[in-house]
């Protein structure tokens, strides 16, 4: 429970200070420190955190994924139907890490998602 706290305030601290800086390098360094620990955070930790934890991480690791495969996740249908495939995945496989379930799906709607 103590990493999760940690990911959840590293991820709030980073998310601020990108907002501070306008995304400047300055916030780059600590991104990688707070993905490193994002990364690690499997279905099971993420189902005991708090429902605005758990979409604030979940959010930031599809923008990272989406951005690795050169895509844009929309806020219509066809970005809920990531969010279903990562419910299924999760459920699937509750001791996967969030990042992989994400990524996966991610992937498997990149065909059908606008490019950036």
């Known amino acids: 429970m103590r990493l999760i706290a940690k990911v959840v305030a590293a ?4 998310m601020a200070a990108a907002a501070a800086t306008g995304g400047a ?4 360094s600590p991104a990688a420190f707070v ?3 994002a990364a690690y955070v499997t279905c099971r930790e993420a189902q005991a955190m708090t429902p ?3 979409r604030t991480l979940a959010t930031y690791l599809a923008e990272h994924s989406a951005r690795f495969r050169g895509v844009v996740i929309p ?9 279903f495939l990562v419910r299924g ?13 994400i990524d996966r799906a991610v992937q498997a709607e990149s065909p ?5």
């Not at 991820?11 to 980073?14: D, E, G, P, R, T």
Request: with cysteine; glycine share 8%; proline share 2%.
């Open 11 to 14: 991820l709030a601290a980073f």
């Open 25 to 28: 390098a300055q916030a780059q």
């Open 35 to 37: 993905f490193d620990r």
């Open 52 to 54: 605005d934890a758990r």
């Open 75 to 83: 806020e219509n249908e066809r970005g809920a139907q990531i969010g």
């Open 89 to 101: 995945g999760c459920t699937l496989s509750p001791d996967a890490y969030l990042f992989v379930v």
């Open 112 to 116: 059908r998602l606008s490019k950036r």
